[in-house]
């Protein structure tokens, strides 16, 4: 990894260190591009601040993440799903996939968001033709024609000829980019936590759309189950301070037996839900990822995917370059973003409509 003092000029400037600018930075490893990673905290704090949530990866995003060499390090903390169980409450009927009916391992995997941040902190320092700058907040973004030039906290100065901007939905950079994002408002609360289980049906991931919202259960090996539960933003604060026994009464009620008899509960973390999505993506020499570019509401798992296959994409751009081609250059830009639009545009439309239609009052959704 590079010393501090020398960066100036760079190839590729990546600020947000999480999961994924993290994963674009080792992704970019061995290119030969010049790249600076600037991230907040230091990048065990942001292991420690992951909390209890936790991310389900598809069958393709595990894919992406052995090609980049850190699937290895995940592998052992990450807990298979090979069937997935989904219901509405009130109605008959459930829809059931399973692995083996697609002569695959597992749907997906669920990894909380810690250890994936703890392998990412791992992997960085390694990185050859990296340049890690961390704590270190970005103070100022001014692109211009040829370069954007970034000054940071310290008053070091950095001119990058491609800017990622991966800091999260409420990106500081996005807006000194002078980027607005569109938001709306689900009036929706996530209250998140893992669930101990007296023995839960092993490998089973379960979405069940209640009166209130989508309300999801992923395994974490165990007997563990990490929760997803969406309330009314009327209803947050009053979930939050309910006891434990009559917080744990109150999934078992929306959720039966079929999970199996909850035991305890961790403690709980709440999030307000909103849709935020920047069009388009790129512009000029600035590129957005992730939930800075697009949050995405949980009741799909979509969020993370979606941004690991934006982000795998643009390092595939990226390393098919001709030595001394411009990273930042609009043929670079407009390939990405005419190869990425579909998917994004299908995801998000899949996401919102399952927010906004699977509310439990239409006889005819529920069917």
Request: charged share 20%; net charge negative.
């Amino acid at each position: 990894m590079l010393e501090s003092n020398s960066v100036s000029d760079v190839d590729v400037a990546i600020v947000g260190a999480g999961m994924v600018g993290g994963v674009l930075a080792c992704s970019l490893a061995n290119t030969g591009l010049r790249v600076a990673l600037v991230e907040q905290r230091a990048l065990g704090d942001a292991v420690h601040a992951a909390g209890e949530r936790s991310t389900a990866l598809s069958w393709g995003s595990r894919q992406l993440l052995d090609a980049v060499g850190l699937w290895a390090d995940l592998e052992g903390d990450a807990a298979p799903i090979e069937r997935v169980h989904v219901s509405q409450q009130g109605h008959l009927g459930s829809v059931r996939l399973a692995a083996r009916e697609h002569s695959i391992d597992a749907l997906g995997y669920v990894i909380k968001n810690s250890r994936l941040l703890a392998a990412l902190a791992r992997s960085i320092p390694q990185i050859d033709n990296l340049q890690l700058l961390a704590p270190r907040s970005v103070t100022s973004v001014v692109p211009s024609a040829h370069a954007v030039a970034l000054v940071l906290d310290n008053g070091q100065r950095l001119s990058a000829k491609l800017l990622v901007v991966a800091d999260g939905s409420a990106s500081l950079t996005r807006e000194l980019a002078g980027l607005i994002a569109e938001v709306q408002d689900y009036e929706q609360q996530a209250v998140i936590a893992t669930l101990t289980m007296d023995a839960a049906p092993e490998c089973t991931a379960w979405e069940r759309f209640t009166t209130e919202g989508p309300l999801a259960l992923l395994p974490l090996g165990a007997n563990a189950l990490s929760l997803v539960y969406t309330v009314p933003q009327a209803r947050g604060d009053e979930v939050m301070a309910l006891g434990d026994q009559a917080f744990i009464a109150n999934i078992q009620r929306s959720m039966g037996r079929r999970i199996g008899r909850i035991d305890a509960t961790s403690a709980r973390q709440m999030f307000a839900l909103q849709r935020a999505v920047l069009s388009p993506s790129w512009q000029g020499r600035v590129a957005v990822l992730g939930n800075a570019a697009r949050t995405l509401h949980p009741v799909a798992g979509q969020g993370f995917n979606l941004a690991l296959r934006d982000t795998l994409a643009l390092a595939e751009q990226l390393q098919g370059l001709a030595q001394g081609q411009d990273p930042g250059a609009d043929f670079v830009r407009e390939q990405f973003l005419a190869g990425r639009s579909a998917d994004q545009r299908e995801t998000m439309g899949l996401t919102d409509a399952l927010a906004r239609g699977f509310r439990g009052h239409s006889l005819l959704l529920g069917h």
